[in-house]
């Protein structure tokens, strides 16, 4: 059983940078990749940004260019640095581990509890 706790949300300004954590204890068998997903009050969860082992990457439109995920070599860790944050960024933030299937990253792990971004205009 895996664990995911994440950590570095907060109140900050548009344009302003956060670097959010998830701390993972535990293992899941097949789990090769890592994601980060958010979800805005009164919206689906969505997909932020995902990374495999091998150095693969996907992001959210919404994002690119701006939010960074890495991980190190044995998903004991999971970053996501995010760069001009702006007021449609603010969401309760996710980690996840799974794997890839091509493109698509698939998660497989359970949810932590999230931590909160807001972000103000």
């Known amino acids: 059983q895996v664990q995911l706790v994440e950590s570095g949300g907060g109140l900050v300004q548009a344009g302003e940078s956060l670097r959010l954590s998830c701390g993972v204890s535990?293992?899941?068998?097949?789990?090769?990749?890592a994601g980060w997903y958010r979800q805005a009050p009164a919206k689906q969860r969505e997909l932020v940004a995902a990374?495999?082992?091998?150095?693969?990457?996907n992001y959210a439109d919404s994002v690119k260019g701006r939010f960074t995920i890495s991980t190190d070599n044995n998903l004991d860790a999971v970053y996501l640095e995010m760069n001009n944050l702006k007021p449609e960024d603010t969401a309760v933030y996710y980690c996840?581990?799974?794997?890839?299937?091509?493109?698509?990253?698939?998660?497989?792990?359970?949810w932590g509890q999230g931590t909160q971004v807001t972000v103000s205009s």
């Open positions: 996840t581990l799974g794997t890839f299937m091509g493109m698509t990253y698939l998660p497989n792990s359970g």
């Open positions: 535990g293992s899941i068998r097949l789990a090769n990749a």
């Open positions: 990374i495999s082992l091998t150095g693969k990457t």
